[in-house]
């Protein structure tokens, strides 16, 4: 479990030199925002018990983060799910069973937590995977918790949001260049999750 002071760090590791997350071509995607919908809980679970499915006890943990879970916050339509495995490195032990479920590996960047991202279909998900040890899926949990109890915040950060959509599909650029867009916003709002939660 990581610790309070690494929760709140912000200072990532950058990537090696000549190095790249994505695994295979990368194209700009349009970015859609749509209005909450209350069918998004359900389809988390949908995914979960595929994960769980796939990879039985060597899931850890399995959370629904992003801006599908936080009701009435208008989101992309696509659920983002954090997995916690005992060794994200040892891509044998858990890789093969998602890809067999329907996953495919898009990111992988290991000198960044750890962190691998998969992609399925029906419903369209991000699936984030990283170890025990990693700070994120705590960040990604203060936030969505923060998001659900702070009507203003989450206002604010819809507000962000669609400002940033719909700069990044005017201009051609990726999701990465969209959440660049909304970093300073997410920055703030976390500092107040933060102080909420008891870790500043």
Partial sequence: MPTPSEIIDFSDDPAPPGASPWV??????????????????????????????????????????GS???????????????????????????LPPLEAAGFEL?????WWQEHRMLRSGDPVTNLHVFGPESAEPWK?????????????DRERYASVK???AEQANRRGETTMDYNLRKQDAIREIYTRAFRAAGLI
């Fill in 68 to 94: 599908t879970s936080v009701p009435d916050l208008d989101a992309k339509p696509i659920i983002d799910v954090d997995l916690i495995v005992a060794d994200p490195s040892d891509e044998a032990a858990w």
């Fill in 140 to 152: 990604h949990r203060v936030f969505r918790d923060h998001l659900r109890r702070d009507v203003r």
């Fill in 106 to 110: 898009r990111v992988r960047e290991p």
């Fill in 162 to 164: 669609r400002a940033a």
């Fill in 24 to 65: 295979g071509p990368r194209a700009p995607e349009r970015i859609e925002m749509v209005p909450a919908d209350p069918s998004w809980p359900a389809q988390f679970d949908a995914v979960a018990d595929r994960v769980r499915g796939a990879l039985g006890p060597r899931v850890l943990e399995l959370h629904h983060v």
